[in-house]
T-cell receptor, first 113, second 116 residues
């Protein structure tokens, strides 16, 4: 049972390059989330989705786009990477009932040079 | 506004000591949920506990216990007889029921180091 799978696990980009982070969950969860984790700042919500075809902005959405074309997948895109986007990115999913615990992927460590 | 404060940035203890991690939250909602997650050195996030705002009973799970006090807006986590494997960053988080999105607001985390 894979749970939440993030690809890739590591990536180094040059400023201005674009890339997409993929999150896949096999638990049939409605809700999915993208967070970033920076030293001393905890996890901050970038974007989230409450169902297939829906997305919404979180606390720090600038510079990112997302898509949820299939229920099991949630993609995070960086159109023009900036050094400030160097971070560890976590995807999570949860059931749409009574604020159930979120299940997290193992994270993607992204460095922008 | 919603906010979670973990004032302790880092705590160091020697094995077998008891340690309490503090969590103070702010919310205007009357229905909300509180969580603790553990992030070991390997980096993944492990769910520990979920508590709703109407349940103020303390909870114990093995060496772990949680003290929820609405009067002081706190949800503290105690590890009894700490072990080296407890070394990790611990996050407290808040989710408001009225948001209908289950978004989590995290504290900045407390790094716990347990020395043998």
């Amino acid at each position: 049972n894979a749970g939440v799978t993030q690809t890739p696990k590591f990536r180094v980009l040059k400023t201005g390059q674009s890339m997409t982070l993929l999150c896949a969950q096999d638990m049939n969860h409605e809700y999915m989330y993208w967070y970033r984790q920076d030293p001393g700042m905890g996890l901050r919500l970038i974007h989230y989705s409450v169902g297939e075809g829906t997305t919404a902005k979180g606390e720090v959405p600038d510079g990112y786009n997302v898509s949820r074309l299939k229920k099991q997948n949630f993609l995070l895109g960086l159109e023009s990477a900036a050094p400030s986007q160097t971070s560890v990115y976590f995807c999570a999913s949860s059931r749409d009932m009574d604020n159930q615990p979120q299940h997290f992927g193992d994270g993607t460590r992204l460095s922008i040079l | 506004a919603q906010k979670v404060t973990q004032a302790q940035t880092e705590i160091s203890v020697v094995e077998k000591e008891d340690v309490t991690l503090d969590c103070v939250y702010e919310t205007r909602d009357t229905t909300y949920y509180l969580f603790w997650y553990k992030q070991p050195p390997s980096g993944e996030l492990v769910f520990l506990i979920r508590r709703n705002s109407f349940d103020e009973q303390n909870e114990i799970s093995g060496r772990y216990s949680w003290n929820f006090q609405k009067s002081t807006s706190s949800f503290n986590f105690t590890i009894t007889a700490s072990q080296v494997v407890d070394s990790a960053v611990y996050f407290c988080a808040l989710s408001e029921a009225l948001s209908n999105t289950d978004k989590l607001i995290f504290g900045t985390g407390t790094r716990l180091q347990v020395f043998p």
